[in-house]
């Protein structure tokens, strides 16, 4: 009787030790128990969380939203007061309009440069002519002055009329000269006129830029956060005063490196939403992270001194959801999510390979 008993509690020990060890395996997931299925509750639904903040200093004059309203492109939020960028506007147009009309005398004035310069040719000309003259008739009575044949004052006097002719037409020329120089001038003044009606042009622009930068609209369609703007409160440029969130989400899953083999780009996934009642959607793995989370947190861990205990990294992957999925809809950033991903499973990539 003694023996059956020994062995009967051997026989429960041997079980038992097996029914433990299997345990182990199962859970460790070792052979005979492997799977291609892994499995983590380490994801997270993301989404592009904007802040929405103005770019000038102000005083809110209008609140057009109320927290977690739905909006459109384009679909007004805040509005500052615009008054001093309205006069500011109105104060470049006013310089505008005075550096045009000084561009436009400045081209008058152009015009009666040439003209000053033919009129001067045309004085030239009649210089050059008269002196002509005054000096043929010198040329003429120099030879009789030396004969006697003439008076010594008509001799002078001729000389002196050549004289003058030659005076006057150095005058002419020297007023030529004062013409195109004069020309010159303003073709030059022309150009830095240019320049400061383009820099009241621009000028314009940037009170017009200002004062479209009073009112901050929604740069796409999605859902308002908090709406942290209150009337009349004075905001600064950068002050945040809403967060917009579009309705383009996809999940983060966190997969052990132990875990990441054989997993591809394309791969279908399971994915349970904790706060949809557990409710299933699908995905796709789109893309691995270039690095391990570890690696893009502030304070690194420093492995080369002390004692070291190997942990197990975790490296995250983008998962996109399938379209047309009544509940992607009621997606929202932060919601947590249970990641399945069956390994043996074929990626897309691969079927279209195929």
Known sequence: ?????????????????????????????????????????????????TIIAPQLAGYIAEVAVQDYQEVKAGQLLVRLDDRIFQQKLEQAKATLAAERAALTSSQQDRLSGEARIRSAEAQLAGAKVTLDVAEAGWGRIEPLRKSGVVTASDA??????????????????????????DLE?????????EAAVQGAEAAVHLAEIDLQNTRVTAPEDGRLGEVGARLG???????????????????????????????????????????????????????????????????????ATGNFTKVAQRLPLRIAIDPDQPLASELAPGMSVIVTIDKALESARDTATR
């Open 233 to 303: 409160q004075y905001v600064a440029a950068g002050t945040q005063l809403v967060a917009i969130v579009p309705q383009r989400v996809w999940v983060v899953a966190n997969f052990k490196e132990t875990q990441l083999a054989g997993m591809r780009i394309g791969q279908p996934a399971a994915l349970q939403i904790d706060a949809l009642s557990h409710a299933r959607l699908t995905g796709r793995i789109e893309r691995f992270s270039p690095a391990t989370g570890s690696e893009f947190s502030v304070l690194k861990s420093d492995n």
């Open 1 to 49: 009787m003694s023996k059956f008993f020994r062995f009967t509690a051997t026989l429960f020990a041997v079980m038992l030790g097996l029914a433990g060890l299997t345990v182990i395996l199962y859970a460790w997931r070792l052979p005979p128990f492997t799977s291609t299925v892994e499995v983590t509750d380490n994801a997270y639904v993301r989404g592009q969380v």
């Open 185 to 193: 001038a303003t073709i030059v003044g022309r150009q830095s006129l």
């Open 156 to 181: 002078d006097k001729s000389r002196s009329t050549m004289e003058q002719a030659q005076a006057s037409y150095r005058q002419a020329q020297a007023a030529l000269e004062v013409s195109r120089q």
